[in-house]
């Protein structure tokens, strides 16, 4: 797995992963992030990312090791882009343990590169077409 970041407008990291997703690396950048370079929004691209080997309990320790740091971000937006039905899952399943664990950010997955943008790109509870719930119609 390889994680390639860039910072294209100010505010905005994107992260785009690819390979065969390792829990350990996604951890370890996820904290690295959100403590050491956090920006209010985020996208962190998936497309190029295989995830036959992580499980929920993955998932949750990504956000165990982040929850410390997360006042970093208060008030920003993570921006999940999936190209496959198990890794869209899992950022649907990101969303539910975020809100739950109530980060202090919101999460939201999608399908479509530009309809993120869009999201992260709208103003504060402001809806835009392309979030996860008119994704799936």
């Not at 690396?25 to 985020?42: G, M, Q, S």
């Not at 036959?52 to 998932?59: A, E, F, K, Q």
């Not at 343990?97 to 943008?117: C, K, N, Q, V």
Request: aromatic letters at 10%; charged letters at 20%.
């Amino acid at each position: 797995m390889t994680i390639s970041s860039s910072v294209p407008a100010p505010g905005l990291t994107v992260l785009v992963v690819t390979g065969p997703v390792s829990p350990e690396e996604l951890r370890n950048r996820a904290v690295e992030f959100v403590r050491y370079h956090p920006t209010p929004l985020a996208l962190w691209d998936f497309g190029q990312a295989e995830f036959s080997t992580v499980s929920s309990n993955d998932i949750r320790s990504v956000f165990d090791a982040a929850r410390p740091f997360a006042e970093n971000r208060r008030s920003g937006k993570t921006a999940l882009l999936f190209s496959s039905a198990l890794g869209y899952g899992m950022g649907r399943m990101s969303e539910a343990i975020a809100e739950h664990r109530e980060f202090p950010y919101t999460f939201r997955s999608f399908w479509d590169r530009e309809a993120a943008m869009q999201w992260l790109r709208a103003g504060a509870g402001e809806e835009t077409p392309g979030t996860s719930e008119a994704q799936q119609a």
